[in-house]
């Protein structure tokens, strides 16, 4: 049984290696089936800050889906998103901030419900804070936790409650004119 619950992280993240390994051992690991388990292995990993593993298993889990899938495919997206977090988590802002905005562009082009670009969008405000642009950062901030935070938006409320945290150091920031030397506390 899976223990994917957010509550318990450390026990999804043996369960999810088990069935990367049952996955790959039946299925190859150029499969999109594997792919996928990937981005649950890097997802179980962001939860647990190790970013290197996280940003490995991300990284593996795109470049087979990007053999396996169409290109704007969700969990194409899912994927770079995971990979861009491990990136922002590792304070490699300038690497992902690209890598964010694509997959802002993905997002829509998928045509996946608002929430998904959003959460994206936090997490450029996110590296955004991190190369030290404040206004830009602000702006990306405000609007994501708008959309996320909209009755029915179909975002999680540990994705809603991320949004609100970085809003919420960020606007402290402003409020002690820290605007473009902003620490984020994750």
């Not at 994206?120 to 955004?128: F, I, Q």
Request: hydrophobic share 40%.
């Amino acid at each position: 049984m899976l223990h994917l619950s957010q509550s318990r992280p450390e026990l999804a993240e043996q369960d999810v290696t088990n069935e990367l390994a049952i996955a790959t051992s039946n299925f190859g690991k150029d499969n999109f089936n594997v792919g996928v388990v990937h981005s649950s292995v890097a997802n179980i990993l962001l939860k647990l800050k190790k970013y290197r593993e996280a940003e490995n298993e991300a990284s593996n889990s795109l470049n087979t889906l990007k053999t396996t899938a169409p290109p704007d495919h969700q969990y194409v997206a899912s994927a770079e998103y995971l990979l861009a977090a491990s990136l922002v988590g590792k304070h490699k802002s300038k690497e992902a901030e690209p890598m964010i905005r694509e997959n802002m562009a993905r997002w829509g082009r998928a045509q996946a419900p608002a929430w998904r670009a959003a959460r994206s969008e936090s997490l450029l405000g996110a590296a955004l804070i991190q190369l030290h642009k404040g206004k830009e950062a602000g702006v990306a901030l405000n609007h994501a936790y708008e959309v996320l935070s909209a009755k029915d938006s179909g975002a999680d409320a540990d994705t809603i409650a991320t949004a609100k945290k970085r809003l919420d150091e960020y606007q402290r920031c402003v409020a002690g004119h820290q605007e473009n030397n902003c620490q984020l506390s994750e």
